[in-house]
């Protein structure tokens, strides 16, 4: 297991911490949060290439705080893959077996054994004699990722391995990822600042955000119940609205701009947000009779295609997106312009104190 108690590291003013952060034995952990936020910083300090201002960093319950990297068994893959542009893909592969005394004193079958076994399992039997020079951004990280495992190490950790190729490397490449880690049985920390790609990996996740750990959770719960607004945002939540609590009833968030909505959850306070994902939003187109109870009306504004999807934007005393496939958009007839009533569920209502 890898664990963070009260960790600080700060590099050129910019500080990081202090956090506290598990990553179970066999998980695959996700560290996320946008570019700059400190994510690396993490990474480099459980790796031991970062100097730590305070707390501790232990693996499988060993305090590694004052081990120099070499000796905390840590495999290390990074976003260009960092490899030796003179040795072949087999020889770079071999380099991580020789670098780190082989095995680690778990030594299992011969050094040739081992290479052929992780070449089937990361895909790469077909490029042992290339060069890294001839490969692609996505066959360069599956080697890099066969070298980091040739140690055997008691954790893997991953830096933005998936931001340098294109889509479909990418997505076979979390394919290649979850069935080595899983078959190596590895304690994996990601790090990506790509929400599709974490909720596609995690079992667990962690947001950061300005070096402060804001949320952890497995990645359904954090996608439905983000801690505040900060995350909420940054997760695509898109419609995160001021509110206050109806008098009459305190489920329901009379929103500042006007119009109300029902949640399942009491309003906190007085003063409130009130979350609501896009693919949450439902849209009717109107009829020539007022709103039907609990909905907003309001009128089209714009349409963006999103991948199979279209996201709508539409004017109702607020400002409201909601992400629909392309089939409904075309049978509601959706246009610029078109007048639609619209309605939220309240369980997709997700209440947050106001900061």
């Not at 979390?174 to 590895?186: F, H, I, N, P, S």
């Not at 609590?245 to 009491?266: M, Q, Y």
Request: charged share 25%; glycine share 10%; net charge neutral.
């Amino acid at each position: 297991m890898i664990g963070l108690r009260g960790l600080e590291v700060e590099a050129g003013g910019f500080a990081v911490g202090p956090l506290d952060l598990d990553v179970m034995e066999g998980e695959y952990g996700v560290l996320l949060g946008p570019s700059g936020a400190g994510k690396t910083l993490v990474l480099e300090a459980v790796a031991g290439v970062r100097r730590i201002r305070a707390g501790r960093v232990l693996i499988d319950d060993d305090d590694v705080t004052s081990l120099a990297p070499e000796r905390r068994r840590v495999g290390l893959v990074f976003q260009d893959g960092l490899l030796f542009p003179h040795l072949d893909v087999a020889h770079n592969v071999a380099y991580g077996a020789r670098r780190r005394g082989g095995a680690g004193g778990r030594r299992q079958g011969s050094d040739a054994g081992r290479l052929a076994e992780l070449a089937e399992e990361t895909g790469i039997t077909r490029l042992l004699s290339r060069r890294p020079a001839t490969l692609s951004g996505g066959e360069r990280q599956r080697v890099a990722l066969a070298r980091a495992l040739a140690a055997r190490p008691r954790v893997l950790l991953l830096d933005e391995p998936l931001s340098a190729v294109d889509v479909e490397a990418r997505e076979d490449l979390q394919d290649v990822l979850r069935r080595v880690c899983g078959a190596e049985r590895l304690t994996v920390l990601h790090v990506t600042h790509d929400r599709a790609e974490a909720f596609a990996l995690a079992d667990s996740c962690a947001l950061l955000v300005d070096g402060t750990l804001r949320q952890t959770g497995a990645p359904r719960d954090v996608l439905r119940w983000p801690a505040d607004e900060s995350v909420a945002r940054f997760l695509g939540a898109r419609n995160v609205l001021a509110a206050t609590r109806a008098e009459d009833d305190a489920c329901v968030a009379v929103l500042s701009a006007g119009g109300r909505l029902r949640a399942e959850e009491p309003l906190p306070s007085a003063l409130a947000s009130v979350v609501v994902r896009p693919e949450n939003v439902q849209l009717r187109r109107a009829g020539g009779g007022p709103p039907a109870t609990a909905a907003l009306r309001g009128r089209v504004v714009r349409l963006a295609l999103q991948g199979g999807h279209v996201l709508v934007s539409v004017d109702t005393p607020v400002r409201l997106e909601a992400l629909v496939p392309e089939r409904v958009a075309e049978r509601l007839g959706l246009t610029v312009g078109a007048v639609v009533d619209v309605t939220v569920e309240p369980e997709a209502v997700h209440v947050l104190p106001r900061r």
